[in-house]
């Protein structure tokens, strides 16, 4: 069992004709992606892949059924791509582009509300089941870091999502789903809003998230394991620990506001929730396997 994908799940890529769409549909469709239709304005008839491309969602979700989309389009086309999907009857999407104007994202996470859908993104590479299937454009290939287990990953970061994976999988683990919630400042899908997803998922025993100074999801999260969201294991590691103050840093959601959001301030919150903190990426392994150890898991 997997969370949100799985082999099963019939993707739609907007954007499929496009240099990156088209590079990683083929990717994605070799790792075991049901790739089902694409869409590009004024591309219908043409075909990527052996995949058919559609003018419209619409069009598309008229001839095939489709349960999840994937976004390669530029971020000042992701509000209206988002919207034209979730008005298609779209529950799932991700949005991998950055850089999206802040009012668009607003009104796309509470589009997704309204409509009772998940938006993951922006600024992400997606999201991926081991060994089943992945939306999004990860180096699947690399066996170090992209192994099968039972562990859930949400990560705000992608280059140190292959480091701390990577470091996990050295340990001896591997993961159940990886969720890129993103790196922007207002993330259309927050780590608190997946923790109900990973503690019903019988396959995953202990899940790690990968967040980084700036913003609130990482407190969200201590207060939703205090609450009972979540009960299994939880271990995380942060990233800018030694940032200097005053410092401007690559992702947008990374800013300290009104003395809330530094790393103090989640390790704090995330201890006394009952979590874990690893002081550098090897050490998730390490806590991993202390805990397995302890509970005889």
Not at 25 to 51: I, R, S
Not at 154 to 177: C, D, P, Q, W, Y
Request: net charge neutral; glycine share 12%; charged share 20%.
């Amino acid at each position: 069992m997997s969370i949100i994908l799985d082999e099963q799940t019939r993707v739609l890529v907007q954007g499929i004709t496009g240099k990156e769409g088209s590079f990683w549909t083929k990717h994605m469709m070799d790792y075991g992606t049901n790739v089902v239709a694409g869409v590009t304005p004024g591309k219908e008839g043409q075909m990527v892949e052996g995949v058919p491309v559609f003018h419209t969602v619409k069009r598309a979700t008229a001839k095939v059924e489709v349960d999840a989309s994937l976004l390669f389009v530029p971020p000042k086309l992701a509000k209206d791509a988002v919207l034209e999907a979730l008005d298609a009857g779209i529950k799932t999407i991700v949005v991998l582009c950055d850089g999206i104007p802040l009012h668009d994202t607003l009104q796309m996470r509470n589009a997704a509300k309204t409509k009772g859908a998940m938006v993951i993104g922006g600024n992400t590479s997606g999201i991926i089941s081991m060994g089943k299937a992945m939306m999004g454009f990860f180096p699947h290939w690399l066996d170090r870091v992209y192994k099968p287990g039972k562990i859930g990953i949400m990560t705000r970061s992608g280059s140190l999502t292959n480091e701390v994976t990577a470091e996990l999988v050295k340990a001896g683990f591997g993961a159940s789903s990886l969720i890129g919630i993103g790196g922007d400042s207002v993330p259309l899908t927050r780590f608190a809003e997946v923790l109900p997803l990973f503690e019903n998922d019988p396959d995953t025993e202990a899940v790690v998230i990968i967040g980084e100074l700036g913003g609130t999801m990482e407190e969200e999260v201590a207060e939703a394991m205090e609450n009972g969201v979540l009960t299994k294991p939880l271990v995380s590691f942060l990233g800018g620990r030694t940032a200097p103050k005053g410092k401007k840093m690559g992702h947008a959601g990374a800013i300290i506001t009104a003395g809330k959001g530094t790393v103090e301030d989640k390790i704090s919150a995330l201890h006394g929730a009952g979590a874990y903190v690893a002081k550098k990426p090897r050490m998730v392994g390490e806590l991993l396997n202390d805990i397995f150890i302890k509970q005889d898991i």
